[in-house]
């Protein structure tokens, strides 16, 4: 998918939510459990109830991966049943020496079909470049997660004064653009949105760790969006388990819609 | 496995060579193409072959995602063909926020029965702990990879003077012990190895980016040895695509037979 329509799709729906598709087996709710692949069906109703509110969909692989091939089976059926629309991402976090990316992104890219994979910097230029050679697709690097562990290493100043996820930030633009490469920049870390902007200015970026709370979402949208809004911000566990029973997908809606609404009033005051 | 089971493994086979099972399915040979699964077919061979030269295996799973639920299938027949005795690496390079390493490390160690898993350091503590806290599983964390891109990051000197790969080896041993966490470091960089073991004087090393000459291997076991020799040397494509015909096993054999008699001679100078 290319920037353009991704950006047309966000103003078309006045969102620029991404839904974490992370389909935890332990907490499906249990009248699916019966059903033969119950993680599809899970997925299947989450589509449903909520594709008119976000422009992007989510699957971190690992809740695939702890399924061995049944979820594999799960996560392709997935991706069939996604409406071509909307961005997919790979929520992979991979990064490993230059063949081994190559056939990575063939897997993620090519046979699977995702929009974009989230690819973790530490081991450099030949892990990431890769997945910028296939026309179409996209890499989101890790910048600045939105984990209790981002302050181990991502701050820590270099040389130059540079904290280490501006050094990759910087670093990473010699490699792709604004319309092959996005940056991972947590909700946890508002105050920062402001300093990214000024790193990246064009470049999209996709937000984790936003709760069901506006406060967050204001705030790094006021500092966050560009002129193309910019940004995809996701939520998994607030909306796909907002619900335990048979109405999960209700509730689901519910909670995707509270932030489209959210989301839509803050594109009319940008 | 243990620290003293594997040190001991490595004392009776006088070796400490890992052997890499990226078994490539473009580069398989030809005449295994029509099995049913060639993937396993391929590494049972090798296994066969290479079993009494060598103290691990190590499957990069990018080989194996790469054609999904088959491709998993095939990892998990091989994980349960590998002997009982040897160290077994799920080369993963994994890493993410609490919830989901606790997933992976559910995966990897419960499901799939490996001894150890690679782990990316970027996102920090929440992304490593939960694979450490495992009975008797290891952590291998990338520290100074073998790569190009090793470059970009790993060498950037922090405020205090450090790099970062000496940043993350400092840290982590706040998480882990010697008896639960391994670095990966790189056979590109043999004159690293004296100040690492000055960083990690007790930790093994798993030291990928050793081909079949003896060169870099004297160099970095003379360096990079500890009093539980402390190393474990891998290589992939050296020893498993040494040959191409029907003969590849044969061909592995001999290429894991060249290490093993070089490790055995440099195990008597230690």
Redesign the interface.
């Known amino acids: 998918m290319t920037r353009a329509e991704l950006s047309a799709q966000i103003l078309q729906k006045q969102s620029y939510l991404c839904v974490g598709l992370?389909a935890?087996i332990d907490r499906l709710p249990r009248h699916l459990l019966d059903k033969e692949d119950p993680v599809f069906e899970f997925n299947k109703a989450i589509i449903d109830a909520t594709k008119d509110l976000c422009v992007a969909y989510k699957p971190?692989l690992?809740?695939y991966?702890?399924l061995?091939?049944?979820g594999?089976?799960s996560l392709?059926k997935t991706l069939e049943y996604i409406p071509d629309e909307h961005f997919t991402i790979a929520d992979a976090?991979?990064?490993?020496?230059?063949n081994?990316?190559r056939?990575?992104a063939?897997?993620f890219f090519g046979?699977?079909g995702f929009d974009a994979v989230t690819v973790?910097?530490?081991?450099?230029?030949?892990?990431?470049k890769p997945f910028l050679e296939f026309e179409g697709k996209w890499v989101i690097l890790?910048a600045l997660?939105?984990?209790?562990?981002?302050?181990?290493?991502?701050f820590?100043?270099?040389?130059n004064g540079q904290p280490?996820y501006e050094?990759?930030m910087r670093?990473a633009q010699e490699w792709g653009t604004p319309g092959n490469l996005m940056y991972v920049v947590g909700a946890t870390h508002p105050e920062k949105f402001k300093e990214i902007r000024e790193i990246a200015p064009d470049h999209f970026l996709l937000v984790p760790g936003v709760g069901a709370q506006g406060g967050d979402l204001e705030a790094l949208t006021r500092h966050g969006a560009n002129a193309d809004v910019g940004l995809l911000v996701n939520s998994s566990r607030g909306i796909i388990f907002a619900g335990e029973g048979e109405d999960f997908a209700e509730k689901a809606r519910s909670a995707a819609q509270a932030l489209q609404t959210s989301m839509a009033a803050l594109l009319q005051n940008l």
């Open positions: 992370d935890d971190n690992a809740f991966e702890a061995g091939s049944k594999w089976e392709r976090k991979r990064g490993d020496i230059g081994t990316s056939l990575y063939q897997a046979e699977m973790a910097p530490y081991m450099g230029v030949d892990s990431v890790l997660t939105s984990n209790k562990g981002s302050q181990d290493f991502q820590d100043q270099q040389e280490l050094k990759v670093k």
